[in-house]
């Protein structure tokens, strides 16, 4: 466990901030949908007005080159900045983003991973990266995103899921439920503190994610083959092939497999209650067999 200095200096630029009117975080209420305790979800219903980068329509600025002043939290030498979520549901939710361009839809680098790991080192919690629109990214600027947890705090609703999955997956097992196909996890785990070594060893499990889910390679590949989500904490890494960007009015991105769902005005509660969550993101989710697309109907 790190001294978590991010989390404290997140905290503390937020509420500056929020007071100068440079962060605006969302109003939500906030209702448990209770399923087996593996697959449990949280679903806010946004209150307040739709935020400018939730909506589709229409070029957008880059808001990180630049990137507002007030809302940096820390420098990493040499490529990359830490910045806090301008439209927060959760205290201290930060941005790890490229210094210069690099595309969200492009390859994780090495480099992404040592600036993450020196991140994670101090203050570690549920991280997630939405590769491009179809996974449900608002900004095509590279950028990965912490939601900070206390040490005895579950990273997120699904945990147990992914921790199943990761067990099953050790066994071999096969299924034919499209979201288990859609998705792969692999142990975090790591004996070495070395920080370079950490951040090649999260870089290998991420291109072994990649491999196994048919999604190409760096070395063969200028890009993924399609839009993807990843999910990473303390314990396991998760990858999800997209193919769509949302259904029955809900968008879906990494947090949507962790276990976090937002309803705006557009979503349709109803389908919700009669459907469930993982119905929802087997809606978007591209199942994987045998490194082989099996086509679903829209």
Same mark, same amino acid.
């Given at each position: 466990?790190? $001294?978590?200095?991010?989390?404290?200096?997140?905290? /503390?630029?937020?509420?500056?901030?929020?007071?100068?009117?440079?962060?605006?975080? =969302?109003?939500?209420?906030?209702?448990?949908?209770?399923?087996?305790?593996?697959?449990?979800?949280?679903?806010?219903? &946004? /209150?307040?007005?739709?935020?400018?980068?939730?909506?589709?329509?229409?070029?957008?600025?880059?808001?990180?080159?630049?990137?507002?002043?007030?809302?940096?939290?820390?420098?990493?030498?040499?490529?990359?900045?830490?910045? @806090?979520?301008?439209?927060?549901?959760?205290?201290?939710?930060?941005? =790890?983003?490229?210094?210069?361009?690099?595309?969200?839809?492009?390859?994780?680098? =090495?480099?992404?991973? $040592?600036?993450?790991?020196?991140?994670?080192?101090?203050?570690?919690? @549920?991280?997630?990266?939405?590769?491009?629109?179809?996974?449900? +990214?608002?900004? %095509?600027?590279?950028? @990965?995103?912490?939601?900070?947890?206390?040490?005895?705090?579950?990273?997120?609703?699904?945990? =147990?899921?992914?921790?199943?999955?990761?067990?099953?997956?050790?066994?071999? /097992?096969?299924?034919?439920?499209?979201?288990?196909?859609?998705?792969?996890?692999?142990?975090?785990?790591?004996?070495?503190?070395?920080?370079?070594?950490?951040?090649?060893?999260?870089?290998?499990?991420?291109?072994? &994610?990649?491999?196994?889910?048919?999604?190409?390679? %760096?070395?063969?590949?200028?890009?993924?083959?399609?839009?993807?989500? #990843? #999910? &990473?904490?303390?314990?396991?890494?998760?990858?999800?092939?997209?193919?769509?960007? !949302?259904?029955? !009015?809900?968008?879906?991105?990494?947090?949507?497999? +962790?276990?976090?769902? #937002?309803? $705006?005005?557009?979503?349709?509660?109803?389908? #919700?209650?009669?459907?469930?969550?993982?119905?929802?993101?087997?809606?978007? +989710?591209?199942?994987?067999? !045998?490194? $082989?697309?099996?086509?679903?109907?829209?």
């Amino acid at each position: 466990m790190g $001294t978590e200095t991010y989390w404290k200096r997140a905290l /503390e630029q937020s509420e500056r901030a929020l007071k100068s009117g440079a962060l605006v975080p =969302l109003s939500t209420s906030l209702e448990h949908l209770v399923g087996n305790p593996e697959s449990n979800f949280e679903l806010r219903t &946004l /209150e307040s007005r739709l935020p400018k980068h939730l909506k589709r329509e229409g070029p957008k600025p880059n808001p990180f080159q630049p990137w507002d002043p007030q809302l940096e939290v820390a420098r990493l030498d040499p490529g990359h900045a830490v910045i @806090l979520n301008k439209y927060p549901v959760q205290r201290g939710h930060m941005l =790890l983003i490229t210094s210069d361009w690099a595309a969200q839809d492009s390859w994780l680098t =090495l480099a992404d991973w $040592t600036a993450l790991v020196h991140v994670d080192q101090d203050t570690s919690g @549920l991280w997630f990266f939405n590769s491009g629109p179809i996974a449900g +990214a608002s900004q %095509p600027h590279r950028h @990965l995103q912490l939601l900070p947890r206390n040490k005895d705090e579950i990273s997120c609703p699904r945990d =147990l899921w992914f921790q199943k999955q990761l067990a099953s997956q050790r066994r071999i /097992e096969t299924t034919n439920d499209s979201l288990l196909n859609s998705c792969s996890v692999v142990s975090r785990f790591n004996p070495s503190k070395n920080q370079d070594e950490q951040a090649q060893h999260l870089y290998d499990c991420y291109l072994s &994610l990649s491999k196994q889910l048919g999604n190409g390679h %760096p070395s063969q590949d200028q890009r993924p083959r399609s839009f993807y989500n #990843l #999910l &990473l904490t303390p314990q396991w890494m998760a990858m999800v092939r997209r193919r769509r960007e !949302g259904a029955a !009015g809900f968008s879906i991105n990494a947090l949507g497999f +962790a276990g976090y769902l #937002l309803a $705006t005005a557009s979503a349709d509660r109803n389908w #919700l209650k009669v459907h469930g969550p993982e119905a929802l993101l087997r809606e978007v +989710a591209l199942e994987i067999r !045998g490194n $082989t697309v099996v086509e679903s109907s829209p």
